[in-house]
Each structure stands twice: as C-alpha cells, then as structure tokens.
C-alpha cells in the first residue's frame, strides 16, 4: 500500500522560507514521478512542481518558477520543495503525490497515489 505523509508546513512571513517533505512507502520510489500540488480554500487543486523518477528532472508551474525548488533523495524515498520568497497567495493544504508516468505529467487525475497535506500559510 502507497503511503505519502508530508511535513513542513506552517505559518510564516510573506518573503520567508519553508521547506516540505513528503516521505513514501509501498512504492519503488525511483520509478515514480513526484509532484506537489497545492489547494486554497474555494479553489481548485492545482500543480505546483514535479520531479521525473530517472533523470530527476524538475518541473514547475509558472508562478512558481524562481521561487520554489523541487528535489527528491531516491536513497530516502524522500521529495522535497523547498519554498522561498513566499506569498500570501501561496497559502494553501501541500499535497505530495505519485506517478508512474515518465513524462512532466501535470494533471492530478495522472497521480494514483496522494499524501494527506501539509498546510501552509503565508501573512503579511
């Protein structure tokens, strides 16, 4: 059974910094494509970065792009973003996922395996 449970969320300062970490199980983590996506209240989940399993290659959505750094330690079944320049507009629930896709998938209907979230709230 797939398990993803993310940390890191928390409250913090428009221009600060938080790192998450999403921790798997149940998977061979190196053949999986990682993404994180993110949901605000009264919005839709929406991607925010991706990692391709091979090659690890990072992906991102644009209004991230500069500000958010995407990593995974294969030796951890560990995925990381690591958030900078943090926005009020970025607080939402964090959610880690899982695909066995090997192309910059992005759509959610594309990951079979989700965490539970992590929150993150950013004040002025």
């Known amino acids: 059974q797939v398990q993803l449970v993310e940390l890191g969320g928390g409250l913090v300062q428009a221009g600060g910094s938080l790192r998450l970490s999403c921790a798997a199980s149940?998977?061979?983590?190196?053949?999986?494509?990682m993404g994180w996506f993110r949901q605000a209240p009264g919005k839709e989940r929406e991607f925010v970065a991706g990692?391709?399993?091979?090659?690890?290659?990072?992906y991102y959505a644009d209004f991230v792009k500069g500000r958010f750094t995407i990593s995974r330690d294969n030796a951890k079944n560990t995925v990381y973003l690591q958030m900078n320049s943090l926005k009020p507009e970025d607080t939402a629930v964090y959610y880690c996922?899982?695909?066995?896709?090997?192309?910059?998938?992005?759509?959610?209907?594309?990951?079979?395996?989700w965490g539970r979230g992590t929150e993150v709230t950013v004040f002025s």
């Open positions: 996922a899982a695909s066995r896709r090997a192309d910059w998938v992005k759509d959610s209907v594309d990951f079979p395996s």
């Open positions: 990692v391709t399993w091979g090659g690890g290659y990072p």
């Open positions: 149940g998977l061979t983590f190196r053949s999986y494509t």
